[in-house]
Structures are given as structure tokens and as C-alpha cells.
């Protein structure tokens, strides 16, 4: 019984890979015939977080609501690993209907790196679709809920501020 093992080149995710050589700690190394990148296949590498799904795992779980540290367990990756795939995110909150009835605006506060650094995040939050519509980190003050209200187009015909 054979086993395949379908590697993608992780920069152009081209398909078309080259056996070129071994590396000097006994790994297989591939070069993509598109770009030209050298490269050690997923399934050869021992550190989990360097692994092309992991960074998924990490943000499908920080938004189900774990923990920086159970994220870090559970992943089995350092948590250096998950504060900087949460760090470098570029996500984006798409709003499902261009109107919405009545928004609420709840916050939160968590600790960075030491409990002197709080930070807040203010979200809009509509309870009938349980969506988030927008948010933003911050301190707690008027200009943090005006960068939420400005954050949307959504959100900003629908916000009061008072």
C-alpha cells in the first residue's frame, strides 16, 4: 500500500515541485518550477508552527473565544507563535445586511504582555443575527467608540454616540 503525500509550494501554492537534494539534517528539500523556491514539505517538518494549517487553527480558535495559552497547548506551538499569527492578521469584518435595526455596543479589556498594558475592545454586535458588525481596540474613551462608529459604513449610519 502506497501512501501519497500532495505538496504545494507554500509562496505560489503551484503544484509543479522538483526533488532538489537532501538538507544537511536529513530532510527531502523541493524547489517550486514556477518560482524557484526551495522548500522542506509540511510532512517533514518537526516544529508544529511552522506547518501552513496551523495559523488557520490559530485564528479559527481565537475566535471561537480560547485562550493565547490553550491555543498554545492545544496547537502545541509557542505562544510567541500565536500572539504573532494573531498580531499579523489582516482580517476583516464583512457585514451580512447593509442595515440593521439595533446595534449594541459591548467591550471588553485583556491584558498585553503585563497587567499594566489593558487594552479594550469595543464591538458593535447585533443580537438578532448574534454578528458582529465591527470593531476596534483601544482605550476606554470617547475616541476609541468614535474609531468603531468610523470603522463601518454599516455601523456608522446606525451608532449613536452619547
Known amino acids: 500500500m502506497k501512501t501519497q503525500i500532495e505538496i504545494n509550494c507554500p509562496d ?7 526533488k532538489n537534494g537532501i538538507k544537511s539534517y536529513g530532510k527531502q528539500n523541493y524547489q ?3 518560482c524557484k523556491r526551495q522548500f522542506i514539505g509540511d510532512h517533514a517538518l518537526t516544529y508544529n508552527g511552522c506547518h501552513s494549517k496551523v495559523e488557520d487553527l490559530i485564528r479559527l480558535m481565537t475566535v471561537r473565544g480560547c485562550g493565547v495559552r490553550d491555543i498554545a ?30 446595534l449594541e455596543v459591548d467591550e471588553f479589556w485583556t491584558y498585553v504582555y503585563r497587567k499594566k498594558r489593558k487594552v479594550w475592545l469595543v464591538y458593535a454586535y447585533d443580537r438578532a443575527t448574534n454578528e458582529i458588525v465591527a470593531y476596534v481596540w483601544g ?5 476609541t467608540a468614535k474609531k468603531l462608529k468610523s470603522t463601518s459604513s454599516t455601523a456608522q449610519s446606525q451608532l449613536r454616540l452619547y
Open 32 to 34: 517550486c518550477k514556477d
Open 73 to 102: 497547548k492545544i496547537a502545541s506551538v509557542s505562544m510567541g507563535k500565536v500572539l504573532s499569527t494573531i498580531g499579523s492578521s489582516l482580517y476583516k469584518i464583512v457585514p451580512k445586511k447593509s442595515h440593521y435595526e439595533r
Open 139 to 143: 482605550k476606554r474613551d470617547l475616541s
Open 12 to 18: 505560489c501554492h503551484s503544484p509543479s515541485l522538483k
